[in-house]
């Protein structure tokens, strides 16, 4: 099963940063995480992912703590079409599978 | 930008019939996968493949289930003889070395 906590559900005003939290606090050296978000019924979209360092690409940023127990995703901008599902989701880089949890519910609010 | 592509959108079926479930990863991707989603659960696990077999398989991925990968571009799922509860929504995902990519999906509807 997944090896991460988020929130059920989070709102965010349009316009505003949406913060998504993740807690991992059992992740091994060896392990990245990865965010992922799900639109209604179509298929996970990534998102990011990272090992210890923060990262950011064109979608969002990823804040890892210094501990590797927790992350943050940021999306900076949010807009009606970030309403989604949001999976943190833990694994080995080169895995053969990812597993998914209930994710956090991110609602944008006009 | 190169997409994981699934067919049909949308398969109806009685129960008992068999269905295949086909899927085209990207290109220079190693990894391939299935996944469903019933609908309102969370995504879940089926099994992933590599190297032309079966690298890890969840324990829903059961005697029903087959993969396949009969060319150089296409991966199939098949489920013999389906059941009212294998009604889901199916994806197909390919990766290289890192984070799998989805396809659209297939939902699958059995009477």
Known sequence: DAKTTQPTSMDCAEGRAANLPCNHSTISGNEYVYWYRQIHSQGPQYIIHGLKNNETNEMASLIITEDRKSSTLILPHATLRDTAVYYCIVRQYNNNDMRFGAGTRLTVKP | ?111
């Open chain 2, 1 to 111: 930008e190169p997409e994981v592509t699934q067919t049909p959108s949308h398969q109806v079926t009685q129960m008992g019939q068999e269905v295949i479930l086909r899927c085209v990863p990207i290109s220079n991707h190693l990894y391939f996968y299935w996944y469903r989603q019933i609908l309102g659960q969370k995504v879940e696990f089926l099994v992933s493949f590599y190297n032309n077999e079966i690298s890890e398989k969840s324990e829903i991925f059961d005697d029903q289930f087959s993969v396949e990968r009969p060319d150089g571009s296409n991966f199939t799922l098949k489920i013999r003889s389906t059941k009212l509860e294998d009604s889901a929504m199916y994806f197909c995902a390919s990766s290289d070395y890192s984070a799998p990519f989805f396809g659209p999906g297939t939902r699958l509807t059995v009477l």
